[in-house]
């Protein structure tokens, strides 16, 4: 390595750590001091502000990543992860990656991320349609909820939505963009609106 290109990395480095706090630790302690779940299990990094809410359960494992730094939305978005109900339950298993401005939401059977999985800008995960779909009842009636479980090694790309009931098999991927609302089996690449099965992943 070139003393220039040392130098180099020595600038961008210090610049990151001056940017973090003087830009994005206060951020991250504001929405630390607006979150009020109670029941959080693990301590994940805290790249991006991401607010704690509901009276579940959420459990974070290893070395989970909220928020990517160089990435769009680090400093003007951040990540939301709400246990609606005190049986609600949201699980992020070791070393995932979650990028920028992400949405998990969880008011029924709860929500799985399970290891290694990378997950893009502007996702949104939920386990319930919020509101009963008939007119009449829209505002006063019972949301449909079904399990969330999404497996390991996944990769979803960005603006993706994945809506309650649905499974995806480890490896997969998923295009950006998706809206996924059936299972996408293991070792595929799916994507659409809805998501569907392009082609199987040759591994």
Avoid at 2 to 29: G, W
């Amino acid at each position: 390595m070139s003393i220039n290109n040392f130098i180099f990395k020595v600038k961008r480095k210090l610049k990151h750590i001056v940017e973090y706090f003087i830009f994005q630790y206060p951020r991250i302690l504001k929405y630390k001091m607006l979150s009020n779940c109670k029941n959080i299990v693990g301590k994940p990094i805290y790249n991006q502000p991401t607010q704690l809410l509901g009276g579940g359960t959420i459990v974070f494992g290893k070395n989970v990543n909220l928020g990517v730094t160089p990435s769009p939305y680090l400093y003007s978005g951040y990540g939301y992860i709400d246990t609606r109900n005190e049986h609600s339950k949201i699980v992020i298993g070791d070393d995932v990656w979650i990028n920028n401005n992400f949405m998990i939401t969880s008011e029924g059977e709860g929500i799985e991320i399970r290891e290694k999985t990378l997950i893009g800008l502007n996702v949104e995960i939920t386990d319930s349609d919020f509101h009963d779909l008939h007119p009449e009842r829209r505002m006063t009636g019972t949301p449909k909820t079904a399990k969330v479980v999404i497996g390991k090694n996944v990769f979803i790309g960005s603006n993706v939505k994945i809506l309650k009931g649905v499974t995806i098999g480890d490896n997969s991927v998923i295009a950006n963009s998706s809206v996924v609302t059936k299972l996408i089996p293991e070792n595929v690449i799916a994507g659409g609106y809805p998501a569907k099965v392009i082609r199987k992943l040759d591994i």
